[in-house]
């Protein structure tokens, strides 16, 4: 028996993850990718039934890696879903030209694309097959695969999604935490987010520096939650939107400025203003970070009083006395 295939491309683990398991209880082999060059090798391994692609992934995206699919006479005839916060003309564009499935990402993506498989799959409403053993979806099949229709764009009216703020619900959802997540969402730092704000995300990967730095905004009434890498950060910012950001540039799993990208492309996150602090003294850097939509861009050691009048600009900090002059 063929047993009907998917692959799901996202870098946001735990999103892939849910999606997965949605997938292998529809009885699906399902395979996973979270950047783009390994999503275009496995397609052509594993030569799934339907390519589910996130648009935003490092080595690349997803719309490029469906084009190059759409371009290989084996892999040509796949039907893609897009999943994507974008809504941009282009991001629209590439997507009638593929032919694509477009699927805003939102709390609600798994109803938005299970009607999907079962059109694509032939599955009758409501059929939920017996589901893969998990060790069962790391080996590759050598089935034929099977000819499905390519898509067609979704309705207008999903042209605009609601955000991620209730990705990572469904994630704990899925895990066995009902509706509300543990309070320690995984993190290295054991700080909650404080009930009220103003409180303030720090990504950085140098520990001692964001200790400091959280302990001198603490004593100006700012709560401090940190992160050590740009994937983790991106995750909190989801899961808690901040009222202002603090990033470092140069870090481990995903560096500043795509953390940044991620954070603007999507509607939960694009508000939220962010500083970039860095090491590094390049003008080019900092155009960059400003034209993706840094609010600012600050160079270590930071003086905290023009660290404090930056974030003045977004947030109410107190003005107890502080060492004014002492660099971070």
């Not at 997507?95 to 699927?103: F, S």
């Not at 390519?150 to 703020?165: I, N, Q």
């Not at 390049?282 to 003086?303: F, I, Q, W, Y």
Request: glycine share 6%; proline share 7%; aromatic share 6%.
């Amino acid at each position: 028996m063929n047993v009907p295939r998917i692959l799901i491309a996202d870098d946001d683990h735990d999103l892939a993850e849910v999606l997965a398991i949605h997938a292998r209880a529809l009885g699906l082999d399902v395979r996973t990718a979270h950047d783009a060059q390994t999503a275009l090798d496995r397609a052509r391994e594993f030569q799934p039934d339907v390519a589910c692609l996130d648009v935003n992934m490092p080595d690349g995206n997803g719309l490029s890696v469906g084009e190059m699919l759409a371009n290989e006479e084996k892999l040509s005839a796949i039907p893609i879903i897009i999943m994507t916060g974008r809504s941009d003309a282009e991001t629209v564009r590439r997507c009638q030209t593929l032919r694509a499935y477009y699927v805003p990402k939102s709390s609600d993506m798994w109803q938005r694309i299970e009607p999907l498989l079962y059109e694509l799959f032939d599955l009758e409403p409501g059929q939920r097959k017996r589901p893969l053993a998990a060790d069962a979806t790391n080996q590759t099949s050598n089935a034929a695969p099977r000819k499905l229709k390519r898509g067609h764009m979704a309705p207008a009216k999903h042209a605009v999604g609601r955000g991620l703020a209730g990705v990572l619900d469904l994630v704990f959802e899925m895990l066995g935490f009902g509706a509300n997540p543990p309070k320690e969402l995984p993190s290295h730092d054991e700080t909650n987010a404080p009930a009220d704000p103003p409180w303030v995300l720090c990504i950085d990967d140098d520990a001692e520096y964001s200790h400091a730095l959280k302990l001198r905004l603490e004593g100006r009434g700012v709560a401090v939650i940190r992160a050590f890498d740009g994937m983790e950060g991106y995750r909190w910012a989801f899961r808690r939107p901040a009222d202002a950001i603090l990033l470092d540039y140069q870090m481990p799993n995903a560096q500043g400025d795509y953390a940044l990208q991620r954070l603007k492309d999507n509607p939960v996150t694009k508000e939220i203003p962010v500083i970039v602090i860095t090491g590094h003294r390049d003008k080019s850097l900092e155009r960059k970070m400003l034209n993706l939509g840094a609010t600012a861009v600050l160079n270590k050691p930071v003086e905290f009083d023009k660290l404090v009048a930056e974030l003045r600009r977004h947030i109410s900090v107190l003005s107890e006395p502080c060492p004014a002059t002492a660099s971070l």
